[in-house]
């Protein structure tokens, strides 16, 4: 908070009273001259040229609209002083005089008029920025949180349909409460929420910021209720609609927000030490079947980047082996596609294929002699394998990321990796990618500068 001194009562005969400034209006600069001390210039009001050079009323602003102050004088308590003599009522006898000027000032934003004063009630059609007088403060100062609070009880959709009257009430109170808890302006949540009230008004629901703001109602509004607005202008209201929510309704979790954990461990690829230590276990295992399970896993993980899921639906006909020696696997499910197996597992998968086919029967691939599919096959069959102290244990996730990282840094071209995954965008590689390998800077910058290999 900053405060002028008042040096009114000393200056009070050598210059007359300047009562209440009109406005803080910017003008084009044609009309400012040197005046002398006393002189009526502009609209009438009388100038002094001050103290020591100051100017009058120099610090003291504000922002006309989106609620933000300008300039200097703002203090924790959301107060500003507008300085005794020199911008808002000055210490004087003439009351009258003041009362006047104050009657013709009180519509624009950032001037004061004077408690107690005529013009200290603004017309209806006054800015809802006006900042508001409070009787317990001294004179020449005003609460920048009653300016805030006047705007959001004023706010008003253009054009206001019919159901803002509904729902408006609710919508100020709102935004009124979460104003002090949130980064964004009261502009900014006000806008967004009006929005979502009157399309839930219009789908039938009942008037509570409980149903408002709940997340379903807040994604059905991002995606059907706001079809002119562009994707990242829903991303923004979609935002601050979640914000909004935390700071009225309070977090999903009663402690608070969850904690912030690192990528999935099932992102970090074997190494090759590892890779070889499973093929170990896999020979190790005491039964065919389980043999057989566990070569189809690693097959399928490192030489084909298949998750689970993607394992437990394949039939042995799925599987195809060309005249080259090339083996294509035939993916069903969501990420339906067609992929060629690593050389590496070609014999390998080529072979576990010939075991599991049935003639007659469209057997499956993994575990053929088992008719039970469900999403927790591969775990299930995990955990009766026999357990290797020495030896990692076998995540298909953690293949799939083996297989990625090693495509990558062979140099296999991105359109390529993308269809092969089964994936559409890039993000789905962002987890990989601190394990890749790097490249050195010699070769980096031949491949910038586009030389030949």
Same mark, same amino acid.
Request: hydrophobic share 40%; charged share 20%; with cysteine.
């Given at each position: +908070? !900053?405060?002028?001194? =008042?040096?009114?009562?000393?200056?009070?005969?050598?210059?007359?009273?300047?009562?209440?400034?009109?406005?803080?209006?910017?003008?084009? *600069?044609?009309?400012?001259?040197?005046?002398?001390?006393?002189?009526?210039?502009?609209?009438?009001?009388?100038?002094? %040229?001050?103290?020591?050079?100051?100017?009058?009323?120099?610090? @003291?602003?504000?922002?006309?609209?989106?609620?933000?102050?300008?300039?200097?004088?703002?203090?924790?308590?959301?107060? +500003?002083?507008?300085?005794?003599?020199? #911008?808002?009522? !000055?210490?004087?006898?003439?009351?009258?005089?003041?009362?006047? !000027?104050?009657?013709? #000032? $009180?519509?624009?934003? *950032?001037?004061?008029?004077?408690?107690?004063?005529?013009?200290?009630?603004?017309?209806?059609?006054?800015?809802?920025?006006?900042?508001?007088?409070?009787?317990?403060?001294?004179?020449?100062?005003?609460?920048?949180? $009653?300016?805030?609070?006047?705007? @959001?009880?004023?706010?008003?959709?253009?054009?206001?349909?019919?159901?803002?009257?509904?729902?408006? %009430?609710? /919508?100020?109170?709102?935004?009124?409460?979460?104003?002090?808890?949130?980064?964004?302006?009261?502009?900014?949540?006000?806008?967004?929420?009006?929005?979502?009230?009157?399309?839930?008004?219009?789908?039938? +629901?009942?008037?509570?910021?409980?149903?408002?703001?709940?997340?379903?109602? @807040?994604?059905?509004? /991002?995606? &059907?209720?706001?079809?002119?607005?562009?994707?990242?202008?829903?991303?923004?209201?979609?935002?601050?609609?979640?914000?909004?929510?935390?700071? #009225?309704?309070?977090?999903?979790?009663?402690?608070?927000?969850?904690?912030?954990?690192?990528?999935?461990?099932?992102?970090?690829?074997?190494?090759?030490?590892?890779?070889?230590?499973?093929?170990?276990?896999?020979?190790?295992?005491?039964?065919?079947?389980?043999?057989?399970?566990?070569?189809?896993?690693?097959?399928?993980?490192?030489?084909?980047?298949?998750?689970?899921?993607? /394992?437990?639906?394949?039939?042995?006909? =799925? #599987?195809?082996?060309?005249?080259? *020696?090339?083996?294509?696997?035939?993916?069903?499910?969501?990420?339906?596609?067609?992929?060629?197996?690593?050389?590496?597992?070609?014999?390998?998968?080529?072979?576990?294929?010939?075991?599991?086919?049935?003639?007659?029967?469209?057997?499956?691939?993994?575990?053929?002699?088992?008719?039970? !599919?469900?999403?927790?096959?591969?775990?299930?069959?995990?955990?009766?394998?026999?357990?290797?102290?020495?030896?990692?244990?076998?995540?298909?996730?953690?293949?799939?990321?083996?297989?990625?990282?090693?495509?990558?840094?062979?140099?296999?071209?991105?359109?390529?990796?993308?269809?092969?995954?089964? /994936?559409?965008?890039?993000?789905?590689?962002?987890? @990989? +990618?601190?394990? &890749?390998?790097?490249?050195?800077?010699?070769?980096?910058?031949?491949?910038?500068?586009?030389?030949?290999?």
């Amino acid at each position: +908070m !900053r405060s002028f001194p =008042d040096t009114s009562r000393s200056r009070a005969a050598a210059r007359p009273q300047v009562g209440v400034q009109r406005g803080f209006q910017a003008g084009n *600069g044609q009309q400012v001259g040197p005046g002398g001390t006393g002189q009526d210039v502009g609209d009438g009001l009388p100038v002094h %040229p001050g103290v020591h050079g100051e100017a009058v009323g120099a610090d @003291i602003a504000l922002a006309h609209g989106g609620g933000e102050a300008a300039g200097e004088g703002l203090g924790d308590t959301g107060a +500003m002083m507008l300085g005794q003599g020199r #911008v808002g009522p !000055r210490a004087g006898k003439d009351e009258g005089a003041r009362g006047e !000027r104050a009657r013709g #000032v $009180s519509g624009h934003a *950032g001037q004061c008029p004077a408690p107690g004063s005529a013009g200290s009630a603004p017309p209806e059609s006054a800015n809802p920025l006006a900042c508001e007088w409070i009787s317990d403060l001294p004179a020449g100062v005003c609460s920048w949180r $009653s300016a805030i609070s006047r705007y @959001i009880g004023n706010y008003t959709p253009r054009p206001a349909p019919r159901a803002w009257e509904r729902v408006a %009430p609710l /919508v100020r109170a709102a935004v009124k409460q979460a104003d002090p808890l949130l980064p964004y302006t009261a502009r900014e949540l006000l806008g967004p929420l009006a929005k979502l009230a009157l399309f839930a008004d219009a789908e039938g +629901m009942s008037a509570a910021t409980e149903v408002w703001l709940s997340k379903e109602l @807040i994604e059905r509004f /991002v995606q &059907v209720g706001c079809p002119a607005a562009s994707e990242a202008t829903r991303g923004n209201y979609r935002s601050r609609l979640l914000r909004l929510r935390e700071a #009225v309704i309070g977090p999903d979790l009663v402690t608070g927000r969850p904690v912030k954990l690192s990528a999935s461990a099932a992102s970090r690829p074997y190494t090759s030490a590892e890779t070889a230590a499973l093929w170990a276990w896999a020979l190790a295992q005491p039964t065919a079947e389980l043999r057989h399970g566990c070569q189809v896993l690693l097959a399928l993980g490192f030489g084909c980047g298949l998750d689970s899921p993607e /394992v437990v639906p394949l039939r042995a006909h =799925d #599987v195809r082996a060309a005249e080259g *020696g090339a083996v294509a696997v035939n993916v069903r499910g969501r990420r339906a596609r067609l992929i060629l197996c690593r050389c590496h597992w070609e014999a390998v998968l080529a072979k576990a294929a010939r075991e599991a086919t049935v003639p007659g029967t469209a057997s499956c691939l993994f575990r053929p002699r088992s008719q039970a !599919r469900a999403k927790n096959t591969v775990t299930n069959f995990l955990a009766r394998t026999a357990k290797d102290p020495a030896c990692p244990p076998l995540v298909q996730g953690r293949a799939r990321a083996t297989w990625l990282v090693g495509l990558i840094d062979e140099g296999v071209r991105l359109p390529v990796i993308v269809a092969a995954a089964g /994936v559409d965008t890039l993000h789905a590689l962002s987890r @990989i +990618m601190p394990f &890749v390998r790097p490249v050195p800077t010699p070769e980096a910058g031949s491949q910038l500068r586009g030389e030949a290999p």
